[in-house]
């Protein structure tokens, strides 16, 4: 039996005794903040057995993807080295909620495992478990009595106690006692080369393969057990193990669940065959330590024995094994929306993904070879999970994205490696460092040491700051200094990674709990000046990415606004607080200000009484005497949103359903909002993908969503859904890091975009306008943003461009503008393009003849075509202006005589030529330098108040007098300084007022230098 039909018999016999298959919930579990990752098949169920939910059926199976990494659970380090850990597996699972009990539980069970028909796995090699009674809990002699009735020798039933056979959802809640089925898999399968230990020993050779969990009791607060008044049913049984178990074999790596995985790494990584064979000394996986239920006992990591790891095929086959189960992980999460980054979910995955890399290296893979091993997931597991199909290629960029950016990561965490290392080494300066990523690191800072006789050693605070600031992995330092004969300090590394998994987990804790302000805490009593808190508002509390709602208050005592609303949010669920500025308005029966009583009329307005909050005085508090400026708790208002605002929002929130939808479609189901804003003016929509958005698929998806306004598809919103109804049977797209309650709320366009969402919405798509995409681009890594209008946002920005199309027309050549219109209204005075009505063309519309394309401009290429025609005229002006200015200095060559003087026999030119640029000068010194035919010539222009000095010395001269030595005096004297070769100098200055006497004394600084 393939493990795919281990997996679909599973299902098909719970479905033929009345479940219903429910498909496997995301590895994000977006019903429960408290979990960092889905690791069990009944956390998609977790509040149907609270009672907190009803489903439409009370008997369920699920396949369910799971991972366990980085947590308690499951050291990552572990994985790889035993037989049954993994990151990612999948659990199978049969479900009651409220139905059958004990009795169809444990039938179902020992049918499904031992009889021919399903799994015919022989009953000599099953041992079964009960609670034996502990702690105040009695023995669950019924479930004993119930597997003797299914024949089940008295001596193949053991009892454990609480810590193996009992199991709780928390402190407080449901619990009970559970029934564990485990299998023998003969000596060959001990850790310790036991030959014939009994059941209990937890050498590896005996494996628990199912876990029937029995939820009987409701622990209340005081830990009272009381009976549930309907006890329910959850189980458990790993796909893997069950599968190593049906195919004959000791690992879980060595099933068709993974050994194709296996094989494609080995290629990938130019392994040779013999790493494919099992290695003789089996690594230790102890088959209660690898419980997949409860895995908290502490696992000794096998990298830390060394005995062990002196077979080089040994190795090898380990690091295949981490490239199989991790490829697996980083498909199925990244597949399921999470990314790559450096906290939270996306840290375990970047951390699955580099220790993989880690392993390819180790194998002597530098190339990335991560991203392929994607597909090899696919073909192998796309029947059972069909989204692969859609994601397989956009999840492949993002591994090999990250493959490379870890080569870089490498790079450095080695530089810094030798660098820890030359430190404890005693610092030799000049010590020639391992710069080069390429594994095995160059080793001559080992020779270089050992030569010197310094002790190496690694550490572990310090390779810890290395793992955790370059990401630079355990292994692979470990590794490193094992090779070449380093000593690492593991201990120092192990107690410092500790202590920041403290810190880490106090952190996710934090964030999972989303303490209020305590402000809050007391309310409705407490007072917080600015916010007020209404009985009942229409105002929408800022959620979902939708801002809240602006508007105001209104008395209809005082006839006036007594206060404006510019916000509204939670503080706390359930409690909306208004951001308030409170106006100033007369105190007894004066008329208002401004009454918004036009606006009132079509407003959401509700009449509420503020049970808290008292106002801070607005800034115009006291002018003009008689006001009554305090909002009083107790006061009714009327609390009046603004129509208009709310409106412009509400287009702007559909839009962005509308926009999601159809990046998706044009640029792949990976595509996931990773963070939106729906203001009343713009939205803003930022979302997980890898490269920029191509103008095309812009042009694609502007195309299409406007296609849905066009229609004027009704928007429905279906309130009061099951959560799981929601995603896994309308299929609504939820999103990771919202916390949503039981029952959700569906929006759902057509057959276009269906989201979880609680904003508000217009009622058909029609009411958004046109939806005009402004710009894309990028926000981090993986992540794009777009940024959009609709409505008179829209409008407003097509007048913007209307505008400047209208000057550009005025701007360009008239022969070009009367051609930039486009498929707009008639572009000229020809009667018989104009006067045609629209009706007569159809849907091609007004515009142009179909022919006449070779005319046609947009205002864009028009103005594109004036400004190169400008640069170009501009150019050549330049140009001719450049020769003109050459022209006349040149002329002026020929009236140079009177400046020449002669200096202790030598001839001596200072000259001045403004506006000319520097190679012209260059030339005009040639020229001058050819007509003195010996001697000494400074030239000096001014251009925009900036000094170009030149100063050149003919070739004969040089041993008397150097260029550079010249021009030093004259540059000081405009501000500058310069110099040079003998015989051609040059320097700038500011001053240009001061050129012409600067000019003058350059006689007196060449006769200076003769003399
Ligand atoms: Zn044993
Ligand atoms: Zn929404």
New binding site residues.
């Given amino acids: 039996m393939t493990g795919s039909e281990i997996r679909r018999k599973f299902l098909d016999f719970f479905v033929a005794k009345g479940h219903r298959e429910v498909h496997s919930s995301s590895l994000v579990p977006h019903y429960d903040p408290t979990l960092l990752f889905t690791n069990a098949g009944m956390n998609q169920f977790k509040d149907v057995f609270l009672g907190l939910e009803k489903r439409d059926y009370s008997r369920a199976t699920s396949s369910q993807k799971c991972v366990r990494a980085g947590g308690k659970h499951n050291d990552l380090e572990n994985v790889g080295f035993t037989n049954r850990h993994h990151t990612f597996f999948e659990m199978l699972g049969n479900f009651s909620f409220g139905d059958y009990f004990k009795k169809d539980a444990i039938a179902y069970a020992w049918e499904l495992i031992t009889s021919k028909e399903w799994f015919g796995i022989a009953k000599d090699k099953l041992y079964v478990t009960i609670f034996n009674g502990e702690g105040g809990v009695p023995r669950d002699a019924e479930a004993y009595e119930l597997w003797l009735a299914q024949g089940v020798a008295k001596d193949r039933i053991f009892e454990f106690g609480l810590k193996d056979n009992f199991w709780q959802m928390g402190d407080t809640g449901p619990c009970g006692p559970c029934s564990e089925i485990h299998y023998d898999m003969g000596p060959a399968a001990s850790d310790q080369g036991h030959q014939d230990c009994a059941f209990g020993c937890d050498c590896g050779r005996y494996v628990e393969i199912w876990n029937l969990v029995f939820m009987q009791f409701d622990r209340d607060a005081s830990g009272t057990l009381n009976p549930l008044p309907k006890p329910s049913i959850d189980t458990g049984m790993g796909l893997e193990r069950v599968t190593a178990v049906l195919q004959g074999v000791i690992s879980n790596y060595e099933t068709d669940l993974f050994m194709p995985l296996i094989e494609r790494a080995a290629e990938l990584t130019n392994v040779g065959a013999d790493a494919l064979v099992r290695p003789a000394e089996q690594s230790s996986a102890r088959a209660r330590g690898a419980d997949l239920r409860r895995t908290d006992e502490s696992v000794r990591p096998h990298m830390s024995s060394s005995s062990h790891m002196d077979s080089a095929g040994h190795k090898s086959a380990a690091s295949l094994r981490v490239i199989a189960d991790h490829s697996r992980a980083a498909t199925f999460l990244i597949s399921d929306g999470v990314l790559p980054s450096n906290e939270g979910r996306g840290y375990v995955l970047r951390k699955i993904i580099r220790r993989a890399i880690t392993h390819g290296r180790l194998l002597g893979q530098t190339k990335p070879f991560l991203h392929e091993m994607v597909f090899a997931v696919r073909d192998l597991m796309q029947n059972a999970y069909p989204e692969l199909k859609e994601t397989a290629e956009q999840v492949s960029k993002i591994v090999l994205g990250e493959e490379t950016r870890f080569v870089h990561t490498l790079t450095k965490g080695l530089e810094r490696l030798g660098d820890v290392m030359i430190v404890e080494a005693g610092g030799t300066p000049g010590f020639p460092k391992p710069t080069d990523a390429v594994w095995p690191p160059v080793p001559d800072l080992v020779r270089e040491c050992k030569r010197l006789g310094y002790p190496l050693k690694l550490r572990g605070v310090e390779a810890f700051k290395v793992y955790d600031t370059y990401g630079l992995p355990k292994d692979f330092i470990e590794d490193y200094c094992r090779d070449l004969d380093i000593e690492f300090d593991r201990a120092g590394f192990d107690l410092a990674m500790a202590e920041q998994r403290e810190r880490a987990r106090a952190s996710w804790k934090g964030a999972a709990k989303q303490i209020a302000n305590p402000a809050y805490q007391q309310l409705p009593k407490s007072v917080f000046e600015g916010y007020f808190i209404l009985d009942h508002t229409p105002f929408y509390a800022e959620s979902?990415?939708?801002v809240g709602d602006r508007g105001f208050f209104y008395s209809d005592e005082l006839n006036a606004v007594v206060a404006e609303v510019k916000g509204c949010y939670y503080p706390v669920q359930g409690v909306r607080a208004h951001q308030v500025v409170v106006k100033s308005v007369p105190s007894v029966g004066g008329e208002s200000k401004t009454p918004p009583s036009a606006k009132n009329a079509e407003g959401w307005g509700t009449r509420s009484t503020p049970i808290t909050g008292v106002p801070r005085p607005s800034p115009s508090f006291g002018e003009g005497g008689g006001f009554d400026f305090t909002l009083r708790v107790g006061d009714k208002v009327d609390a009046v949103v603004d129509t208009a605002i709310r409106e412009s929002t509400m287009r702007n929130?559909t839009a962005?359903?509308l926009l999601h939808a159809g990046l998706r479609e044009v640029l792949g189901k990976h595509v996931k909002q990773a963070g939106s804003l729906v203001a009343p003016n713009h939205l803003r929509f930022d979302f997980s993908h890898f490269t920029a958005v191509e103008d095309e698929e812009l042009q694609d998806i502007e195309d299409m969503i406007n296609k849905e306004v066009l229609r004027n598809v009704r928007v429905e919103t279906i309130a009061d859904v099951p959560i799981d109804v929601a995603v896994n049977e309308y299929h609504a797209m939820a999103l990771f890091g919202e916390k949503y309650g039981d029952r959700v709320r569906v929006?759902k366009i057509g057959d276009f975009s269906t989201?979880l969402?609680g904003?508000t919405h217009t009622g058909a798509t029609g009411e958004i306008g046109l939806i005009k995409i402004l710009k894309e681009g990028s926000v981090s890594s993986g992540v794009r943003r777009v940024e959009a209008v609709t409505g008179e946002g829209s409008l407003q920005h097509f007048r913007r461009d209307h505008e400047l199309e209208s000057f550009v027309s005025g701007f360009v050549s008239p022969t070009l503008a009367q051609k930039t219109r486009k498929n707009g209204a008639p572009i000229d005075d020809s009667g018989e393009k104009s006067t045609s009505p629209p009706s007569a063309k159809g849907a091609e519309g007004w515009g142009t003849q179909a022919g006449d394309v070779q005319a046609e401009f947009s205002p864009a290429e028009a103005l594109k075509a004036e400004l190169e025609k400008k640069d170009a005229e501009i150019k050549r002006l330049a140009r001719e202006l450049d020769q003109v200015r050459m022209k006349s200095a040149s002329s002026s060559v020929a009236s140079v005589g009177e400046k020449i003087k002669e200096i202790r026999g030598v001839k001596v030119l200072a000259h001045r030529v403004d506006n000319l640029e520097r190679a012209q000068m260059r030339t005009l010194m040639d020229q001058l330098r050819e007509k003195i035919g010996s001697g000494v010539v400074v030239l000096g222009s001014a251009t925009n108040g900036n000094v170009a000095l030149i100063v050149g010395v003919t070739k004969d001269l040089t041993s008397r007098i150097q260029a550079g030595k010249v021009i030093g005096p004259v540059a000081q004297k405009v501000g500058g300084k310069g110099g040079g070769r003998p015989d051609l100098a040059e320097a700038g200055g500011k001053d240009a007022g001061a050129l012409d006497a600067a000019l003058g004394e350059a006689y007196g600084v060449v006769e200076g230098l003769l003399s």
């Fill in positions: 979902g990415g939708q929130h962005t359903h929006v989201e969402c904003g």
